[in-house]
């Protein structure tokens, strides 16, 4: 069959499929390969389905009735390891025993992965409905400022034989900005103290969105909460109350996640890491912070710890909690744990797409995928809500434009592991400052890593917590325990 370039060689004129068409041809893509009866299925609807009445339903345009207030910030100026440590998601619990938790967000832990292997499974073969698409991790995000100001400000990069499929998935995904914005609105609905939201400008015309909690506070150093992979500043819902009620509290999206601006990153890892660490230090500068207390979770770990590296005048003490991407891959590691063959044949399938890329292409099943394979969020927050606000938030951050998470996959290489171990480095870090490594007793991601960070720095502070009753997700899994955790930490910085 002709591609459009090859009919326009020839002098004819091909016209893109209806919308019906597009419907019925990605549909039966799902349907073929996730076992939804055809019947079930019929175009996108552009909207998500709506939660049961009463449940903390937020309805377009309506803010939370209380605990907050907007912010605006001034227009800027012109545009400025051990062999046996384990690596995120190739890993077992520590003591052998299943866990409730997975390392990195990618899989519901214990008893559950037994169940939803198969459902996994039938995600990983919607992506590979798809697998002639190309690359998005190495192709450039194409901006669209002042188009589509209601939904995605920038879309991926359209393909000569297929954009009008790529111009087409964003409707296939009932997603938008305002979706992604209701969606953290709910998740901070529950928070009762007064905050500020707002985009912070930086250069190349990017903004950061940031929540700050207690900004009267200004006489303790504040604290500054970095989120993981495919997160966003609603996680932290749990533990903003707790943690500012002493001092000042801020939280932002990682630039190329959540609300944050999304711009294209570059390929090397070395480079993408950089681009990381440079949003973070001219967020510093715009909001006017001398100093801070850095804490970063999975990969804001890893982050917090570079930026630590090449900007230590600014951190008074960082907190590294279940951090990803330190231990190097050991050479090993397969003899120790054999990975199935089936599982490296689709590793190697699916390796020119973006992890996440499966719930996209998942259109509007994507959030009930979200559903049952992480069921385990619902319960974690289940003293704010009693409906699917976590599971619906989560699938809003990541099927927005993939901008980070390309960034992230660049950081990587097979199985998890970071293609610029972090503790090949962190011997380089100012020894004045102080580090304490958090992780959960449940989890899976290996704890030895904070003594070697002791081991690589003799002459520093280094403190390992275990948090006992706690998975990767420390500070949703046990948040009373891990506030206080931290507060404490805080409390002896100033």
């Not at 893509?29 to 009445?53: F, K, Y």
């Not at 920038?154 to 009932?174: D, I, M, T």
């Not at 990381?276 to 967020?283: K, P, Q, R």
């Not at 449940?442 to 720095?457: A, W």
Request: hydrophobic share 35%; with cysteine; aromatic share 8%.
């Amino acid at each position: 069959m002709h591609s459009a370039a090859q009919s326009r060689a020839h002098g004819r004129r091909v016209a893109p499929p209806s919308g019906r068409e597009r419907a019925a041809l990605l549909a039966g893509h799902l349907c073929c390969h996730s076992g939804i009866r055809r019947r079930d299925t019929g175009p996108p609807t552009g909207r998500v389905a709506a939660t049961r009445p009463g449940a903390g339903v937020t309805r377009p345009g309506l803010l939370p009735s209380r605990g907050h207030r907007e912010a605006a910030t001034p227009a800027p100026g012109p545009p400025a390891g051990t062999g046996r440590a384990r690596a995120l998601g190739a890993a077992a619990p520590r003591d052998g025993r299943p866990r409730g938790d997975d390392a990195g967000g990618g899989r519901a832990g214990g008893r559950e992965n037994e169940r939803e292997e198969p459902v996994m499974a039938g995600a990983a073969a919607v992506a590979l409905s798809l697998a002639a698409l190309p690359a998005t991790a190495t192709a450039p995000l194409l901006s669209a400022p002042g188009r589509r100001a209601a939904a995605m400000a920038e879309e991926e990069p359209a393909s000569e034989g297929l954009g009008w499929l790529f111009s087409w998935l964003p409707a296939w995904c009932p997603t938008s900005l305002l979706h992604l914005k209701e969606a953290e609105d709910k998740m901070l609905k529950c928070i009762a103290n007064i905050y500020n939201k707002r985009y912070v400008f930086i250069s190349n015309g990017n903004k950061i969105w940031t929540l700050t909690f207690s900004p009267d506070l200004s006489n303790k150093t504040p604290l500054v909460l970095l989120h993981g992979f495919g997160g966003g500043v609603g996680l932290w819902a749990l533990n903003f109350e707790d943690l500012c009620e002493n001092r000042t509290v801020h939280a932002f999206d990682l630039l190329g996640f959540g609300r944050s601006s999304r711009p294209h990153f570059d390929t090397d890892a070395r480079e993408a890491e950089n681009q990381f660490v440079e949003s973070i230090e001219e967020w510093r500068k715009e909001v006017g912070l001398e100093k801070m207390i850095l804490l970063g979770h999975n990969l804001g770990g890893f982050l917090a710890a570079a930026y630590s590296l090449k900007y230590p005048s600014r951190v008074k003490h960082l907190i590294l909690v279940e951090p990803w991407g330190f231990p190097e891959r050991p050479d090993n590691a397969e003899h120790e744990r054999p990975i199935p063959i089936w599982i490296k044949a689709l590793g190697a399938i699916l390796s020119p797409f973006n992890p996440l890329a499966g719930l996209r292409i998942a259109g509007p099943f994507g959030l009930s995928l979200v559903q049952r394979l992480r069921p385990d969020f619902k319960r974690k927050y289940s003293s704010m809500f009693d409906d699917n606000t976590v599971a619906e938030y989560i699938y809003h951050c990541n099927v927005q434009s993939p901008s980070g998470e390309t960034a992230f996959k660049n950081m990587t290489i097979p199985y998890g592991w970071a293609k610029r171990p972090m503790l090949q480095r962190i011997s380089q870090m100012d020894q004045d400052i102080p580090i304490t490594v958090v992780y959960g007793a449940r989890s899976c991601i290996d704890g030895n890593s904070g003594s070697t960070i002791q081991s690589l720095r003799p002459n520093s502070y280094v403190k390992t917590i275990a948090i006992l009753g706690a998975g990767h997700y420390v500070y949703a899994d046990q948040p009373e325990d891990f506030n206080q955790k931290v507060k404490d930490i805080c409390d002896s910085v100033d």
